[in-house]
């Protein structure tokens, strides 16, 4: 059968999920991602590289949704803190628990895994970053359908 003929169920995830890279950012100014369009988005998973610099504080990586008129909607923050001089990959996705330290190298957080309107867009954020902090590799994972069945 066809793709132009094969059948969806109404609201049916029928796209296949796609890596986006995001923007490397000095950690203070942190990362937007606009979704965009009349798509319907589920994320699948949030990945990224915090670098601090030496010295500093704690910092804190949080991970919002944020709607058209700048509400969030959600946030998920990293289980840990993050001191200066470490590197740390950083991980969110649906159907997870919190887990990992600073110490391990790795930490991640649940994600919901809910329907997203393109109206929304994911923002990644430091808290507390100092200069030199930067977030690097970032990849979300995602997917996409139209909001109502194809056929209208």
């Given at each position: 059968?066809?793709?132009?003929?094969?059948e969806y169920p109404r609201g049916a995830w029928h796209g296949e999920s796609r890596v986006v890279a995001l923007n490397n950012a000095l950690a203070g100014g942190g990362i937007t991602y606009e979704f965009g369009g009349e798509w319907v988005y589920q994320v699948e998973a949030v990945?990224?590289?915090?670098?601090?610099?030496?010295?500093?504080?704690?910092?804190?990586?949080?991970?919002?949704?944020?709607?058209?008129?700048?509400?969030?909607?959600?946030?998920?923050?990293?289980?840990?803190?993050?001191?200066?001089?470490?590197?740390?990959?950083?991980?969110?996705?649906?159907?997870?628990?919190?887990?990992?330290?600073?110490?391990?190298?790795?930490?991640?957080?649940?994600?919901?895994?809910?329907?997203?309107?393109?109206?929304?867009?994911?923002?990644?954020?430091?808290?507390?970053?100092?200069?030199?902090?930067?977030?690097?590799?970032?990849?979300?994972?995602?997917?996409?359908?139209?909001?109502?069945?194809?056929?209208?």
């Amino acid at each position: 059968m066809s793709a132009e003929a094969r059948e969806y169920p109404r609201g049916a995830w029928h796209g296949e999920s796609r890596v986006v890279a995001l923007n490397n950012a000095l950690a203070g100014g942190g990362i937007t991602y606009e979704f965009g369009g009349e798509w319907v988005y589920q994320v699948e998973a949030v990945c990224l590289t915090l670098t601090t610099a030496a010295g500093g504080g704690a910092r804190f990586v949080t991970v919002l949704l944020i709607d058209s008129t700048g509400a969030v909607v959600y946030a998920v923050s990293a289980p840990n803190t993050q001191g200066g001089g470490l590197t740390v990959r950083y991980s969110f996705a649906p159907f997870v628990t919190a887990f990992g330290s600073a110490s391990l190298g790795a930490m991640g957080a649940p994600f919901p895994s809910i329907d997203l309107p393109g109206n929304v867009s994911l923002q990644v954020g430091v808290a507390s970053a100092e200069a030199g902090d930067a977030i690097t590799d970032g990849r979300l994972i995602v997917k996409q359908r139209w909001p109502r069945d194809w056929r209208g």
